[in-house]
């Protein structure tokens, strides 16, 4: 990879811890330490694939530059998410407008979307509008099928990209 | 034949039949013989007897003859070897003396080739002079010059890892105690030259030398002297550079260990050059450890550099540390920028130096990080500014030293640091890491008043009060924060903290769709749970708590819903419950004063609701009172034997005679006309529940502890027959079977008879009996199963009869399927027999259980002659198998794995998951280069997937197992073996990828990442 660095300093964000609120406000039982008792068994809902949980597989993935992760710098975040039928936006915003790596980085939110998601779904993957210089060129070359087959077909591209993923399970937190 | 003349003559000579001398005589022509073939072996056998020779047999005489003879013979190329060989052991015996030595390391010196001869001669030339060195040091030493220049030139170019591991031994004698001043050059060549340890031990090697070895072997040279110190840092500094992270951290633990010795002036000399090289792995890390090892290091070297000078706490601060802190200041003026964090680092690392330094650092960075707080234009980085705080108070927590008693060096910026603090808890963003900086303050010692915990708890209090939708964020930390001031200053928690919680639990259960103040309700309850079990706190929260309840039971209106307020009282006994064994956990005396009043009032609602109240209470409830069962258990163990005798005395009588008063005492007074007999049929199921609470005083008995009724297997035999035959519902039936389990295992000699007639009537006439209905024997095995259980644990001699009949009813399909999973039931750990319980058991009790049963049930299971029974053996095994530890199949695995695979087919989804965690268990521990699992990876794969997919597997929990399996197999599976599959799995597990459940989903992604790496 070519040794210019692009943004030497980035800004760190807190992480927000996945939010327990919501998940215990879904549970609908009246009982405390309800959940060993009853196996979900009969329990038919769907849980549909939503915003948080698109968000959930992408946040943890590394910043190619940095020792940080896409969700600590504010690459991406829930609200740049929409989820409409089969239809997936992620959008993502580089930290600074002159980002070499922002295709890498949308490169490696598609294949790990690629890897996690059903193939009912078609994912659209672009640059915040205005965050960089050249949006335009980054987004056709994310959202081409046949660029994105090129690139992965790129060795050195692909290291970069594995590495970018690595460990990306451990870091999800299961509970 | 040799070997044995060798031996003969090495024999004879020890026990004085002949001589040394004898046998140089007789070799005399073979020594001097003018074909060198002869003459090796000729030397070779003198040496090889000389080995043999036991010491004292050889005379200073015959010592000093043939000191003269071998190193004559190392002039003579063909008896080099055999006259090193006898060297090595003459010069380990004592009648060779310091006399020799000029002769044997001038021979040596001057006629040993080192690079004409091989590894394990030249070992055997590192040997003598390590061996010189040891024993006649002085004489070397004396030689001095002569000795490190000669030496120089032999060790040079050695490459051999055993034979390094000598010479470095010996270089770091002769670097400390040689004078060396004109040969530091020359012996920091022939040690520098192998920094940094490249070596990699080959497979298979016989002398066993890890890298390991050789880097401390040589480190130990390289900190030897300081004269190395100005030619090692330029060679430190350029491994750090240009190093693989394993250079990089074995130059980092070198230089550490390095700078003390080279000395302050060095070091000062070069802190710049240095500071530079570490500030790079630090700011710029490679990885973690290196990175971890790098800030060791930077400590070692302020250490270093300030170690000279005194520690008064008024001087200045010069040099490094002054510039290096300056500099990280410098990078904290933008404290929310990734640099900052590493900068953080560095000046924690310095707080763990010298105390003058730590002072100095922290009156740099306190006052700094406070005026950044407090300028208007770092609003937005605030809890950044509090996030490295926290981590500066935690570094200068964990610094103190040897001190104790002295006050913290934090102690000049508490009160503005408290200050900020208080404000940064009032905004959300900030006020995470104002509870770490605040957790880190209460924790160190010497630091904080009572006032000013008091004020902190009163801070943590506004935002618990004032922020009830947000109680969530901030409620763990903040809990943790008050839980640790809980016991330093109970009194602070119970005059304010606890008023406020107690004060926001409702009085009536929040409503069917009230989620929001259910689950706001149920972290209050946690909260309380954390706080109260300091035993001023526990009180107030017992009486509290049991208030509550009384009103929640007995309320004036009723709710046409009760399931709420069921479920919201449950949730209270819960919390005490949970309270009660923490306390009992951690051996709080006080919680035996609570057979007074806590028991007394429980059975008092369960009494009163049960048998006195109009309408339905909802302590009826029987989760209520299992509940108030598990507390009244753990009250009652933690009791002594002769409180536990009188307890049990009141219990029966109550049980048996109604007894009442004596445990029953609370609010509601329970009139003298209530007829309590929960055994008799009369009473309503509401009422018989109540057995619940009898077996609860049991279970937690001790075995010393006589049960107070007449005959012992007459009152089991009737609770036996009173839970098949009398009984409402499954909490009736366990409460007795628990009472009868317990008494079996504490008092089995006086349940002889019981125990006996069992096996002659109760087994034929309820068990093996087909006439009586299939659900009462299912019951009545059940029964059978506690017993065993019971006696199993406690090693009784009955034990085996007991589970060896229930083999017998494998044949027969309406209870075979009870009778196998007794078997995991049966060496199962339970919540009644166990050591808090004070049960008896016997050591090993599950092993020798699996030793006797599990070849049998092994061959029924794959026995197919009888399919209804086979099925029965293959449902025993899996039970088995999934409730013990793995150590004890393990060693089976083998024939184990395909009847495991088969289990899987069975149509109960609880024993799939079941097996499928076996082999999650068996997982761990395995690698792909002797995996168990190999030559079953196709067909595993096969069923996991099909265990995976909803439209097959209604279970979340096996199909969430089985695709945890899936994402471990390419961990332990060598990749060859799994290659041909992989293709299918990464597209079978696009179904689960669209599974309807969210942590199903989960599971499938990462089995699926884990497919797409390996072997990519």
Redesign the interface.
């Known amino acids: 990879m070519p040794g210019e660095i692009y943004n030497p300093n980035p800004t760190i964000f807190r992480t927000e811890s996945p939010s327990s609120s919501s998940r215990l406000a879904q549970k609908r039982s009246l009982w405390i330490n309800d959940d060993e008792s009853t196996d979900v068994e009969e329990n038919d809902e769907i849980e549909a694939i939503d915003q948080d949980e698109i968000y959930d597989l992408i946040r943890h993935i590394y910043d190619p530059e940095h020792p940080n992760t896409l969700e600590e710098l504010r690459v991406v975040s829930a609200p740049q998410i929409t989820v409409s039928g089969n239809l997936i936006k992620v959008e993502f915003t580089p930290t600074v407008p002159h980002c070499g790596m922002s295709t890498m980085i949308g490169l490696t939110i598609r294949v790990r979307l690629m890897r996690s998601l059903p193939s009912r779904f078609k994912v659209d993957i672009v640059v915040k509008p205005g965050s960089h210089e050249s949006e335009h060129a980054v987004n056709k070359q994310l959202n081409d099928k046949e660029r994105v087959a090129a690139a992965l077909e790129n060795p050195l591209l692909l290291k970069t990209l594995e590495e970018s993923l690595d460990g990306i399970n451990q870091r999800n937190p299961k509970d | 034949m040799k070997k044995y003349r060798k031996l003969h003559q090495g024999t004879e000579i020890a026990n004085g039949t002949t001589t040394l001398l004898n046998v140089v005589k007789a070799l005399g022509e073979y020594l001097t013989s003018e074909e060198d073939g002869v003459r090796t072996k000729g030397v070779d056998f003198l040496s090889s007897v000389l080995k043999l020779c036991p010491s004292e047999r050889l005379n200073r005489q015959s010592a000093r003859v043939l000191t003269k003879f071998y190193c004559s013979k190392l002039e003579d190329f063909d008896t080099i070897i055999p006259a090193l060989k006898g060297l090595a052991t003459l010069t380990t015996l004592p009648t060779s003396t310091e006399e020799d030595v000029p002769e044997i390391l001038k021979a040596v010196f001057s006629h040993v080739k080192m690079k004409a001869i091989v590894q394990n001669v030249r070992f055997m030339v590192y040997t003598i002079i390590d061996t010189l060195m040891s024993r006649h040091r002085e004489v070397l030493k004396s030689m001095n010059d002569s000795f490190i220049s000669q030496y120089v030139a032999l060790a040079e170019g050695e490459k051999d890892p055993r034979n390094l591991l000598v010479a470095f031994a010996i270089a770091r004698v002769i670097l400390i105690e040689f004078d060396i001043s004109k040969f530091v050059q020359s012996l920091f060549d022939i040690t520098f030259c192998y920094f940094p340890i490249m070596f990699r031990p080959p497979p298979n090697d016989p002398y066993g030398i890890t890298t390991e070895d050789l880097r401390l072997a040589l480190r130990q040279c390289l900190c030897a002297t300081p004269h190395f110190g100005p030619l090692a840092i330029p060679e430190f500094l350029e491994k750090l550079q240009a190093g693989s992270p394993a250079t990089k951290q074995d130059t980092l633990e070198t230089m550490s260990i390095c700078f003390p010795v080279y000395g302050s002036s060095l070091a000062r000399e070069n802190a710049r050059k240095l500071w530079n090289a570490l500030k790079l792995e630090i700011f710029q ?1 490679t990885d973690p450890v290196t990175e971890a090892k790098a800030l060791t290091t930077t400590q070692d070297l302020v250490k270093t550099i300030y170690s000279s000078g005194q520690d008064s706490p008024s001087e200045e601060i010069e040099g490094l540390a002054k510039d290096a802190c300056e500099e990280c200041i410098n990078i904290l003026r ?1 404290p ?6 590493p900068a953080i680092k560095i000046l924690c690392a310095f707080m763990s130096t010298t105390p003058s330094i730590s002072r100095y650092t922290l009156s740099q960075t306190v006052p700094h990080l406070i005026k950044l707080f407090t300028s208007p234009d770092n609003i937005s980085a605030r ?2 500014i509090l ?1 490295l705080l926290s981590d500066l108070i935690a570094a200068a927590r964990d610094s103190k030293s040897k001190s104790e008693d002295s006050e913290s060096a934090l102690t000049p910026y508490k009160d503005e640091v408290i200050g900020i603090l208080a404000s940064g808890l009032k905004t959300s ?1 900030s006020r ?2 104002a509870l770490a900086c605040l957790l880190g303050m209460v924790s160190t010692k010497n630091l904080l008043s009572n006032e000013e915990l008091g004020f902190i708890v009163h801070n943590v209090n506004e935002i618990l009060e004032a922020d009830t939708e947000t109680i ?2 901030a409620s763990s930390p903040a809990i943790k924060l008050l839980s640790s001031i809980s016991t330093l200053a109970p009194h602070q928690i119970r005059e304010q903290t606890l008023p406020l919680l107690f004060s926001s639990l409702p009085d009536r259960a929040p409503g ?1 769709d009230a ?2 103040d ?2 706001k309700s ?1 972290r209050v ?1 946690s909260a309380l749970n954390a706080l109260c079990s300091e035993p001023e706190l526990f009180e107030t929260f017992v009486i509290r708590l049991l208030t509550k309840l009384d009103l929640l039971c007995f309320p004036a209106v009723l709710d046409d819903d009760k ?2 307020t069921a ?1 919201y009282a ?2 209270i006994l ?1 919390t005490i419950y949970q309270t009660v064994l923490v306390k009992a956990d951690d051996g709080h005396v006080d919680l035996v004063k609570y057979i007074e009043s806590l028991v007394p009032r429980l059975f008092n609602l369960f009494v009163y609701s049960a048998f006195v109240y109009e309408g339905n209470s909802i302590a009826n409830d029987t ?1 209520l009172v299992a509940v108030g069962g598990q507390i009244i258990t753990v009250v009652v163990r933690s009791l002594a034997q002769q409180r536990q005798e009188s307890y049990a005395s009141v219990l029966f009588s109550a049980y048996m005679d109604g007894e009442l008063k004596k445990i029953a005492e609370g609010q509601q007074s329970i009139p003298a006309s209530v007829d309590f007999k929960p055994f008799s049929e009369l009473v309503t199921p509401v009422q018989r529940n109540l057995i619940t609470l009898f077996s609860a005083g049991i279970i937690g008995l001790r075995k010393e502890v006589k049960i107070p009724v007449p005959n012992l297997s007459e009152f089991l035999a009737t609770i036996l027959s009173w839970s098949l035959s009398g009984t409402d519902n499954d909490l009736q039936r366990e409460a007795g079977w628990q009472i009868i389990s317990s008494m079996c295992n504490k008092h089995g000699d006086d349940a002889s008879a019981f125990l006996q007639a069992n096996l002659d009537q109760f087994w034929p006439d309820q068990i093996a009996n087909p006439d009586v209905a299939p659900s009462t024997r299912q019951q009545a095995l059940k029964a059978w199963i506690w017993i065993s259980k019971a006696l199993l644990t406690a090693n009784r001699s009955l034990s085996s009869q007991y589970t060896n009949r229930l083999f017998e009813v494998f044949g027969d399909e309406r209870i075979n399927w009870v009778a196998a999973k007794g078997f995991g039931n049966t060496v199962s750990a339970n919540h009644v027999l166990t050591k808090q319980n004070h049960a008896v058991i016997k050591l090993l009790y599950a092993q020798k259980f699996i030793n006797q049963l599990l070849p049998r049930i092994m061959d029924g299971a794959k026995d197919s002659s009888r399919p209804v029974e086979q099925v029965a053996y293959l449902v025993a095994l899996t039970s088995l198998i999934s409730t013990v530890p793995k150590a004890l199949y393990v060693h089976k695995m083998t024939e184990l794995i395909p009847l495991l695979i088969r289990g899987l087919d069975l149509p109960e ?1 609880a024993i799939r998951s079941k097996v499928i965690d076996t082999f999650l268990a068996v997982a761990g521990g395995d690698s792909p280069d002797k995996s168990l699992v190999s030559e079953h990876a196709a067909s595993l794969v096969d069923t996991m997937l099909k265990n995976s997919s909803v439209k097959e597997m ?4 096996v199909r969430t197992s089985a695709l945890k399996y899936l ?1 471990i197999l390419p961990h332990i599976v060598r990749s060859d073996i799994l290659r041909p599959l992989k293709a299918r799995v990464i597209k079978d597990l ?1 179904v689960a ?2 599974d ?3 942590s199903v ?2 599971e499938a ?2 089995a ?3 497919w ?2 390996f072997d ?1």
């Open positions: 890390p933008q929310e920028r990734s640099q900052a964090k809890p950044s996030l963003s995470q890491p969530n964020d069917r989620v929001t259910r689950v149920w309850l399931e709420p479920a449950h949730s819960t989760r989804n209604p279970s979340v929990k994402g696009g990828l669209d309807p459940k969210r989903r989960q992604v990462d699926r990442t884990n797409f790496k990519a």
